[in-house]
């Protein structure tokens, strides 16, 4: 159980355009999603909280109007990177909390590989 | 302020026994994970604490002291497949914070 699924796994878009990631957690209900960025050797940096049906709190240096995130249902939430450019390269993993364990644990999904030209 | 210690790397044999620390300061704490995470791929869970003391899971175990901001992971019998880097994640008032992680190898 509590498997948390990515789509889609890489993508290479140019730059100035949109990407979106979907996160969806398969077998569970999760109340809170969260959308972290790694670049190569580095930590995961937490870049957003969202919660099924309100706003997205955002970290600090984090542009909300660049990632533009939704989160619509209890399984799906939603990345956009907008106007995209080189440096949004990265790896963009989210993870949800499952509600019915009253949200201790985290799980991740399989991450999205995004690389801007 | 908020900050996540822990080594860099470390290198052990298969078979053997490797203790990966960590120590921590957060505003608050409402437990403390460990994820282990392959090169390109994401994290997985492996263990959580909220109390003092050790959990046991199989070959891996993890240990929490709240006082001294002090958490350990314990692998055992290591294979070969535990070659990844280790992620010690305090949860503080807010969310969890993620270390840099420890890049284990494990050689023949």
Same mark, same amino acid.
């Given at each position: 159980?509590?498997?948390?699924?990515?789509?889609? =796994?890489?993508?290479?878009? $140019?730059?100035?355009?949109?990407? $979106?990631?979907?996160?969806?957690?398969?077998?569970?209900?999760?109340?809170?999603?969260?959308?972290?960025?790694?670049?190569?050797?580095?930590?995961?940096?937490?870049?957003?909280?969202?919660?099924?049906?309100? $706003?997205?709190?955002?970290?600090?240096?984090?542009? $909300?109007?660049?990632?533009?995130?939704?989160?619509?249902?209890?399984?799906?939430?939603?990345?956009?990177?907008? =106007?995209?450019?080189?440096?949004? =390269?990265?790896?963009?993993?989210? =993870?949800?909390?499952?509600?019915?364990?009253?949200?201790?644990?985290?799980?991740?999904?399989?991450?999205?590989?995004?690389?801007?030209? | 302020?908020?900050?996540?210690?822990?080594?860099?790397?470390?290198?052990?044999?298969?078979?053997?026994?490797?203790?990966?620390?960590?120590?921590?300061?957060?505003?608050?704490?409402?437990?403390?994970?460990?994820y282990q995470?392959?090169?390109?791929?994401?994290?997985t869970?492996l263990?959580?604490?909220?109390?003092?003391?050790?959990?046991?899971?199989?070959?891996?175990?993890?240990?929490?002291?709240?006082?001294?901001?002090?958490?350990?992971?314990?692998?055992?019998?290591?294979?070969?497949?535990?070659?990844a880097?280790?992620?010690?994640?305090?949860?503080?008032?807010?969310?969890?914070?993620?270390?840099?992680?420890?890049?284990?190898?494990?050689?023949?």
């Amino acid at each position: 159980g509590a498997v948390v699924s990515q789509h889609p =796994s890489w993508v290479i878009c $140019k730059s100035g355009t949109s990407v $979106k990631i979907e996160c969806r957690s398969l077998d569970f209900q999760a109340t809170t999603m969260f959308w972290y960025r790694q670049f190569p050797k580095q930590s995961l940096m937490l870049m957003a909280t969202s919660n099924e049906g309100s $706003k997205a709190t955002y970290e600090q240096g984090v542009e $909300k109007d660049k990632f533009l995130i939704n989160h619509a249902s209890l399984t799906l939430s939603t990345l956009t990177v907008t =106007s995209a450019h080189p440096e949004d =390269s990265s790896f963009y993993i989210c =993870s949800a909390r499952p509600w019915e364990t009253g949200g201790y644990e985290q799980y991740f999904g399989p991450g999205t590989r995004l690389t801007v030209t | 302020g908020q900050n996540i210690d822990q080594p860099t790397e470390m290198t052990a044999t298969e078979g053997a026994i490797v203790q990966i620390n960590c120590t921590y300061q957060t505003s608050g704490f409402n437990g403390l994970f460990w994820y282990q995470q392959h090169a390109g791929e994401a994290p997985t869970f492996l263990s959580y604490n909220v109390l003092d003391g050790l959990e046991e899971k199989g070959r891996f175990s993890s240990f929490l002291s709240r006082s001294k901001g002090y958490s350990y992971l314990l692998l055992k019998e290591l294979q070969m497949k535990d070659s990844a880097s280790y992620l010690c994640a305090p949860r503080g008032q807010g969310n969890l914070i993620f270390g840099k992680g420890t890049k284990l190898s494990v050689k023949p």
